[in-house]
Nanobody, 117 residues
Framework: QVQLVESGGGLVQTGGSLRLSCASSGSISGFHVMRWYRQAPGDQRELVALITQDSSRNYADSVKGRFTISRDYAKNTLYLQMNSLKPDDTAVYYC???????????WGPGTQVTVSS
C-alpha cells in the first residue's frame, strides 16, 4: 500500500512563492497520472495541476503561468512550485496518484497553504 505525504505548505504574503512536495512511500514510476488538488473552506475540491506518465502537463486556468508541476523519480516525489501567490490560492492542497494496474487511487492527507493580503 503506497502512502503519500505532502509538505511545504505554510503562510506566505501575496506575491510570494512556495514549493509543495508529495513524497511517496513507493515508486512513482508506475502511476498513470499524478495530480494536485486543493480545497478551500466551503468549496469543492478542485484540480490544480496534473502530470501524466508521458510527462504531459495540464493546469487549471486560475494557476496557469504561476504554478509548475514536476516530479523526481529518484526521490519518488511530486512537486508543485507556486509563484505569484494570491489570497484566492488559500486552501488545503492534496496530492493524488492514480495507478491503472493494479487499479488504485491514492491521496495524501493534505497541506495547508495560506496567502495573506
Amino acid at each position: 500500500q503506497v502512502q503519500l505525504v505532502e509538505s511545504g505548505g505554510g503562510l506566505v504574503q501575496t506575491g510570494g512563492s512556495l514549493r509543495l512536495s508529495c513524497a511517496s512511500s513507493g515508486s512513482i514510476s508506475g502511476f498513470h497520472v499524478m495530480r494536485w488538488y486543493r480545497q478551500a473552506p466551503g468549496d469543492q475540491r478542485e484540480l490544480v495541476a496534473l502530470i501524466t506518465q508521458d510527462s504531459s502537463r495540464n493546469y487549471a486556468d486560475s494557476v496557469k503561468g504561476r504554478f509548475t508541476i514536476s516530479r523526481d523519480y529518484a526521490k519518488n516525489t511530486l512537486y508543485l512550485q507556486m509563484n505569484s501567490l494570491k489570497p484566492d490560492d488559500t486552501a488545503v492542497y492534496y496530492c493524488n496518484a492514480l495507478s491503472i494496474v493494479p487499479s488504485r487511487n491514492y491521496w495524501g492527507p493534505g497541506t495547508q497553504v495560506t496567502v495573506s493580503s
